[in-house]
């Protein structure tokens, strides 16, 4: 939360609705054991204002604040200042003391933690001698019926108010959890996973077919000639390109196919419980519907693929053994005239076209 620009505005309104609320109910346990007393006329006002007119004015002074956050803190500050009076002006009386004093306390752990509570303590000692400079020093040790009953309210509904405030900003900070570790595991550019987040996933991988046998395929991608699409048509140009391949990369798998952007221009899959014919059929089919790509912007533009496969091989040691196999492939397509789709049948084979290639489609204008 940046403290200084404003940002806290959130943290005040959240604050608002338990302040109202214990403000509120507080003020009955207050009323309860001061009556008895017959204050001045004053400390009825001055009590009024405080449960009733206090909690909004604190509201408004926080959100018309450069600093809300700031302010909330004079605000929790002033809260216990209070509190700590109306200990004093009860007379010490024990029960409503005590149920004032600690939700209050409570509050500030929450809002604040320990420097908080450790400032506001300090308050509510200030407000206490303020109450026996003003009223003078007694106590006041036996509590009514009627003091317990008026307790009630906020020993039971604030702590449920302050209960449901934390339950909802801990959904919250969830929430915001789980979205930057999404984007920590995201490229930004594509939205498919990013380089480290696909490779620990093909390690995972790997180590579960070596497990339990089953089959995989690794697929490195490469677009044909993206640094030329990159001079010609511009980076602008070149970023969509990528933004394109990823979206037909996605309609081209099923769901439980990974892709990632390995690099630059390349990109990864990895597609369990798959065979090498599977995954060249699917191959095939990204590659043709990338060569089908026409933009209106750019008439001229043509993108090809150059597509290397490996199946996993129980005589792989290592992810990383794996993977190089999918970059061999990968490269003997590139030399072979890129635009199709190379595999290697086993690690220690060699690479094997999977189908007749097609003709290269060129980047003339």
């Keep these: 939360m940046d403290t200084r620009t404003g940002k806290g505005l959130s943290f005040a309104k959240r604050i608002y609705l338990p302040r109202v609320l214990g403000k509120g109910v ?20 001055f009590m009024l204002f405080n449960g009733l007119l206090w909690p909004h004015l604190a509201y408004l002074w926080a ?38 004093l600690s939700m209050i306390t409570m509050n500030n752990v929450a809002a604040g933690g320990k420097a908080l509570a450790i400032r506001a303590g300090m308050a509510q000692v200030a407000g206490m ?11 006041q040790p036996d509590a009514t019926a009627f003091q317990v009953y008026a ?16 339950y909802r900003l801990a959904i919250k900070l969830a929430e915001h959890k789980r979205r930057l570790n999404t984007l920590s595991l995201t490229d930004s550019l594509t939205g498919l996973l990013n380089h480290g987040a696909w490779k620990d996933l093909m390690a995972r991988r ?36 990528l933004r394109q ?16 952007r390995y690099g630059g221009d390349e990109f990864c899959v990895i597609l369990p419980s798959t065979t090498e014919a599977q995954a060249c059929q699917a191959m095939e089919r990204l590659r043709e519907r990338v060569a089908a ?38 490269y003997v397509a590139k030399r072979n005239g890129r635009d199709r789709v190379m595999a290697t049948h086993r690690a220690d084979t060699s690479v094997t076209p999977s189908a007749e290639p097609p003709a290269f489609i060129s980047l003339a204008r």
């Excluded at 604040?65 to 200990?87: C, H, I, V």
């Excluded at 001698?129 to 106590?139: D, P």
């Excluded at 307790?151 to 934390?166: D, E, F, I, K, Q």
């Design 26 to 45: 507080g003020l009955f346990a207050v009323m309860a054991a001061v009556q008895p007393l017959s204050p001045p006329a004053w400390v009825w006002a």
């Design 63 to 100: 959100a018309r604040s450069k600093t809300p956050y700031q302010a909330e803190q004079r605000n929790f500050f002033l809260d216990s200042l209070m509190g700590g009076f109306w200990a004093g002006a009860m007379q010490f009386n024990p029960l409503p003391t005590v149920t004032v």
């Design 129 to 139: 001698l303020t109450a026996c400079v003003l009223l003078g020093a007694e106590f």
């Design 151 to 166: 307790c009630l309210p906020m020993l039971t509904l604030y702590p449920a108010a302050l209960g449901w405030v934390c």
């Design 206 to 241: 790997f180590h579960g077919c070596r497990k339990q046998r089953s089959e995989a395929v690794v697929a490195l991608i490469d677009i044909d000639h993206f640094k030329t699409i990159n001079d010609t048509f511009g980076h602008v140009v070149g970023d969509q390109v």
């Design 245 to 260: 391949v990823s979206i037909e990369l996605r309609g081209a798998l099923r769901e439980g196919d990974k892709a990632g």
């Design 293 to 330: 790509y026409r933009d209106p912007q750019t008439p001229h533009l043509r993108i090809s693929l150059s597509i290397g496969l490996c199946p996993f091989d129980p005589s792989l040691e290592t992810p990383d053994g794996w993977l190089r196999q999918a970059d061999t492939a990968l």
